[in-house]
């Protein structure tokens, strides 16, 4: 499985950018995908996770600024992050899992995300 992720780079305090993770290598049907995040020094953090079914979960940071959407057909997950501040610099990484394999989770490479103030 390979997940390739694209949309990062750097903007200025308030502005928006938008990621996309595309998913493939894989005969199953995708359960779910998502972002987690990790700035230096920090742990990495849930930034937010969509089924296919298109329920979402939001990390409290981000909760209203973040939209999380799928493309089931594609097998890509979009990051829509506006109103960015410069506390959401960090490394970007999107996962996916499928529902014919339990507890396995695909990770991409990741993106830079730089906010400036």
């Known amino acids: 499985v390979q997940l390739q992720a694209s949309g990062g780079g750097l903007v200025q305090a308030g502005g928006s950018l938008r990621l996309s993770c595309a998913a493939s290598g894989s005969i199953f049907s995708i359960g779910s995908m998502g972002w987690y995040r990790q700035a230096p020094g920090k742990q990495r953090e849930l930034v937010a996770q969509?089924?296919?079914?298109?329920?979402?979960t939001y990390g409290g940071s981000v909760r209203g600024r973040f939209t999380i959407s799928i493309n089931n057909a594609k097998n890509t997950v979009y990051l829509q992050m506006n109103s960015l501040k410069p506390e959401d610099t960090a490394v970007y990484y999107c996962n996916a899992d499928y529902w014919e394999e339990d507890n396995v989770r695909y990770w991409g490479r990741g993106t830079q995300v730089t906010v400036s103030s």
């Open positions: 969509i089924n296919s079914g298109g329920s979402t």
